[in-house]
């Protein structure tokens, strides 16, 4: 397992994709800093991350449409599926990756609070807690989104089929909390549950919930694991 | 080594395989012949458990690719007809990747690594990006990949697909250089390369197999009669010249092809087990003719081969 995502995450910085989204990532950051918190004057740098989280839906599948149409595309798969390598590790490894990735790109933009920090007047403004609890919600949000997205992605061989089918499912799971809202009754219950997005501000007000930690892995495991059972499957096929 | 049992695979509504079973023993190199679109890689795939079958099992070493796929797969090494590469890496990372996948031990990783590198003869593309390398080399390091971990039994399918001709009879060597230590399953459609390097062959077509035997039962077939084309030049004629060959003892039958500028072409069967060839010659000689040319026509492991692929349809239309 350590052995594949060790190459992943290589693949990822010797092309460039990685580069690519992280500036994008960083640009979209700083300009969201600029507006809320210089224009704004506010020192909550958990309010502009929240906003960020509209982004992920395009940035999260361009970091996964690769991990699986690569392998077809250089017919590698065949080495994966007949190395001695058990499938679940594979797709482990993979998803490990890009939830590497993911943080990295994420913890750059820690840069922006501590920029705060130094520029501000009144410490006693600053939000670390709710900070601090915003990069966690944000990495779980993330890690979720990435599962979605990896388990679309093992459907298809195309990269680009994958990308849109996973901004398209990541759009839907987006809103999800909002049509949630808007049906209301049972159905509107149930979508809310599993709306990722509906727990993230149990980590923006400075707490920490244990309920939702558990909901947000439990949410990307059962992806990765459907990921997982989706590609046994296509070896019968 | 490897027990194949009614392999069974179906595509949707295609029949890719209809109940394949054979054999190889350990040590032997196994020809895997067939047609385009046999089932040749249908049938590697399911043995590798790239795929699975629909019905049937694959046993290798003793351990069966669907139960014990981790213990059967650290068995075989595998060469698919598309090199799986990574573009992105150099040679030399890319066989560090496959050592571990396949858990190489580290203390025995640079060994035979050096050594893989030395039988493929690709020591000086190590360091190259893999996307930047040719065809040939491509091939090599599929196959130093194939051989990355020592396995048993190598599996591998038209190694020698799109190399020059060189590149070819390099390869072939380096495969019957590797039949000491391995088990060894080749699939082609290039019919030297089984008479070259193969102990054993199979034959399949339309995903039934429709042959196996050891190479020399394929080609000893021939012998029951022995034909041979002459062709002769003189000043007599063409009937003359049927007739000087058709006297001589031991000949059944003479054929006449064509005429060439002012050379006559005949085939010639003679009885089982006789030797014509010095009375043809007397014969030729006596009606005052030349012998320009008496080659004797084998079965060869085409005609073999053109036969029982023609010969199957004909056979399930009968079923």
């Known amino acids: 397992m350590l052995t594949i995502y060790k190459r992943e995450l290589a693949s990822y910085f010797r092309s460039p994709v990685a580069y690519c989204i992280m500036g994008f990532f960083m640009a979209i950051v700083g300009l969201m800093f600029w507006v809320n918190n210089i224009i704004g004057r506010s020192p909550q740098f958990a309010d502009t991350l929240s906003s960020l989280g509209v982004f992920l839906t395009f940035i999260v599948p361009v970091i996964t449409m690769k991990l699986f149409s690569d392998e077809k595309k250089n017919g590698t798969e065949v080495l994966l599926r007949t190395c001695p390598v058990p499938m679940w590790k594979i797709v482990l490894g993979k ?30 403004l600053i939000g670390s807690a709710q900070d601090f609890g915003s990069y966690i919600a944000f990495i779980l949000l993330g890690a979720s989104y990435l599962a979605v997205s990896l388990f679309v992605s093992s459907f298809t061989e195309s990269q680009s089929v994958a990308t849109v089918s996973g901004i398209v499912a990541l759009v839907v799971l987006y809103f999800m909390q909002s049509i949630g809202n808007s049906l209301g009754g049972t159905t509107g219950a149930v979508l809310k549950w599993f709306a990722p997005l509906a727990r993230y501000g149990d980590f923006t007000v400075g707490s920490f919930n244990f309920a939702s930690l558990i909901f947000y892995i439990t949410f990307s495991v059962l992806f990765v694991f459907l990921t997982y059972v989706n590609l046994e499957r296509k070896r019968w096929n | 080594m490897i027990e194949i049992k009614d392999l069974v695979k179906r595509y949707g509504q295609i029949q890719a395989l209809d109940g394949i079973s054979f054999h190889v023993r350990r040590g032997e190199i196994l020809g895997f012949l067939g047609p385009n679109g046999a089932g040749k890689s249908t049938t ?14 694959v046993s290798v070493g003793g351990y069966d690719i669907i139960d014990s796929p981790v213990e059967a797969k650290k068995l075989i090494g595998y060469l698919p007809e598309q090199p799986p590469l990574y573009q992105d890496m150099t040679v030399n990372e890319y066989l560090r990747f496959i050592c571990d996948i396949k858990s190489v031990p580290l203390k025995e990783r640079k060994r035979q690594l050096d050594e893989i590198l030395y039988i493929v003869k690709i020591g000086d593309m190590r360091d190259r990006l893999i996307k930047n390398l040719s065809k040939g080399y491509r091939q090599r390091v599929g196959l130093a990949q194939a051989l990355v971990g020592n396995p ?152 073999m081969f053109i036969d029982i692929v023609n010969k199957e349809p004909v056979q399930s239309e009968e079923e």
Do not use: W
Request: net charge negative; aromatic share 6%.
């Open chain 1, 95 to 124: 998803y490990l990756s890009s939830l590497t990735l993911f943080t990295v790109m994420t913890l750059l933009t820690a840069l922006f609070p501590i920029l705060i920090v130094f520029m501000a007047d009144d410490s006693s």
């Open chain 2, 44 to 57: 590697m795939n399911i043995l590798t458990g790239y795929i699975s079958a629909t019905s049937g099992s």
């Open chain 2, 152 to 303: 048993q039994v190598l599996v591998l399918d038209e190694p020698t697909v799109g190399l020059d001709p060189k590149q070819i009879i390099e390869i072939r060597k380096l495969i019957s250089a590797l039949r000491h230590e391995h088990t060894i399953i080749l699939s082609t459609h290039i019919l030297q390369e089984v008479s070259a390097v193969c102990s054993a062959v199979v034959v399949i077509n339309r995903g039934k197999l429709v042959a196996q035997g050891s190479v020399s039962d394929f080609t000893s077939a021939e012998g029951t009669v022995n034909k041979f084309v002459i062709c002769v030049a003189g000043a007599a004629g063409k009937s003359d010249a049927q007739k000087a060959l058709q006297s001589t003892d031991g000949v059944r039958r003479v054929d006449f092809v064509r005429m060439d500028k002012d050379s006559y072409i005949f085939n010639v069967e003679s009885e089982k087990n006789t030797d014509v060839r010095r009375g043809v010659f007397n014969a030729v000689a006596r009606a005052g003719m030349a012998i320009l040319e008496l080659r004797p026509i084998g079965r060869t492991l085409e005609e």
